[in-house]
């Protein structure tokens, strides 16, 4: 319990001045509650006696209500700084969280589901927070509260009637430990269960359109309803232990108040305590009453946001694959000059390899194309350009330095990606085209719309470039969103500018005046040109015709041609098509 408790006191020392308020606050809330029931049995003593008139009363009844005055103060400036400080802790924690995420590398993300990061997010975030706050000071207030009624009650009454009241209280303990053992691997196996929920309602609506072209939605009502389930399931089985806690405590009390009274009974009958201190005896173990209720509770907090805190750290604790090197090359610019030698590259050991030996080298300001079937290796050029995956080292240079020495921010400020399928995320398409780090005037943005063959569609919008694209661009055609990429990596000027098949969606009469006016920029930029059409390539300052990883031809597109190789195939292959879909 202690280890899984670590996070709590480190919590607590990073902010100890607003716990340092708020508890004291609690203590001082405490020690007035404990002087309540001294009054009450003073009073009824003064009674029994006949030593107090109308007067006394009135003050005794002054004196309960000023305390419970001063109680109310209390309690609303513990609330206000231990549940306060909580907030603040689950701000910092997402906020620290979401940086991180951003921070891992593109692998992570191909290995871990959505929606477990979600739940991790919200319900882990949530616990901790519960934790943190309603743990800590129900925590502080039972072992306070128990501690000091103990102490007065073995000191100001009976020291016996005090032990055989508190008899139950060993069983308790020994049943929170073990109960609280099995909450915190339930509770754990819940949140699991609620990221396999979250990921199958986010890939759902994210798949919507898929999955009422194939008439799947009665399919996937069927699987989401499985899930859902054991979802409830795991709840149930977490809450049959969750549940117990209560009636235990209560009966445990009960027997508690059962020797208390009939003991207490017997010694007020015998005159060994007087009335008055029965009664502040019987107020007493009352006020106990909430300590062992708390202790169910506090477990159960306490447990549950353990359990989710040790999944945050198991997040928090993953180092990204990609790095800035300890100490990075000094480069401010990238100039544009790219070499890859004898690249051999796997994404895992157990894969074969994406790239062999490829070897090239491009030239400020020329444009390099990469051609080939699908599965050849020409994305993975791309990604290993930008570092979203590490080559080995000394295979990937830019203006003659290794890519894993270049600083991450140069690196991926400097070369414009534009991948196949380009994310929009759900802002207006004149924000997306400017989402580039930068203050970029209308003017800017317009242009390099018009240079992505995008402006008089997006002219066409009903609120032009206020027009919001949805979620995923879902409101644009493919053709539109990949022009909108096209767009954004145009207007960071960057001095290398990757095109990662990022044509595909458009028909070829399009694609011919995108490049028309991405030729004007590409001139003075060195670009890598990733394609299926030869059309898009024949331009290029060198071909590179990928199969399997490696380079079975290279030339340019006049060179391929003479070859009348694969190069040859494809581009014969391609006009076929063309003649086709004229004659229709």
Known sequence: MGTRMAFLFRFIRQHWRPYSIGLAALVGTDILQLVIPRLIGR?????????VDARGVLGYVAAIVGLSVGVAILRYLWRI???????????????????????????????????????????????????????????????????????????????????????????????????????????????????????????????????????RARAEVEAFRRVNRRYVETN?????????????????????????????????????????????????????????????????????????????????????????????APVRRLRGRIEIRHLTFRYRPDLPPALVD??????????????????????????????????????VLIDGVDVREIPLEVLRRDIGYVPQDNFLFSKTVGENIAFAPGRWTEEQIVAAARIAQVEEDIRRFPRGFDTPVGERGVTLSGGQRQRVGIARAVLKDPPILVLDDCLSAVDTQTEARILEHLREIMAGRTTILISH?????????????LDRGRVVERGTHEELLALGGEYYRLYRQQQLEAQIAEAE
């Open 81 to 215: 700084y231990v549940f306060g400080t909580s907030w603040r802790i689950e701000v910092d924690l997402r906020a620290r969280f979401f940086r991180h995420l951003l921070g891992l590398s593109a692998n992570y993300f191909n290995h871990h589901k959505t929606g477990d990061l979600m739940a991790h997010a919200t319900n882990d975030l949530q616990a901790v927070r519960m934790a943190v706050g309603p743990g800590v000071l129900m925590l502080a207030d039972s072992a306070f509260l128990s501690g000091a009624t103990l102490t007065i009650m073995l000191v100001s009454i009976d020291w016996r009637l005090t032990l055989l009241g508190l008899l139950p209280l060993p069983l308790l303990a020994l049943s929170s430990w073990a109960l609280g053992r099995a909450i915190h691997a339930r509770f754990g196996r819940v949140q699991d269960v609620f990221g396999d929920l979250t990921d199958r309602v986010q890939e759902t609506l994210s798949g919507i359109r898929v999955i009422k072209a194939f008439a």
């Open 43 to 51: 009073l009824t003593d003064a009674l029994d006696r006949g030593a």
């Open 358 to 395: 490829l070897d090239v080298t491009v030239e400020p300001g020329q444009t390099l194309a990469l051609v080939g079937r699908t599965g050849s290796g020409k994305t993975t050029v791309a990604n290993l350009l930008v570092r979203l995956y590490d080559p080995p080292p000394d295979t």
């Open 533 to 545: 059409r030869v059309s898009a390539v024949q331009h290029a300052d060198l071909i590179l015709v």
């Open 236 to 328: 149930l089985r977490l809450y049959r232990v969750d549940a117990a806690f209560d009636p235990l405590i209560e009966f445990l009390t009960a027997v508690g108040f059962v020797i208390a009274i009939g003991y207490g009974g017997s010694l007020v009958l015998e005159g060994r305590i007087s009335l008055g201190d029965f009664v502040s005896f019987i107020s007493y173990l009352g006020m106990l009453v909430w300590p062992m209720l708390a202790v169910g509770w506090v477990v159960n907090l306490l447990e549950r946001g353990a359990a989710s805190m040790e999944r945050l750290e198991r997040v928090l604790a993953e180092r990204p694959e990609i790095q800035d090197p300890p100490r990075p």
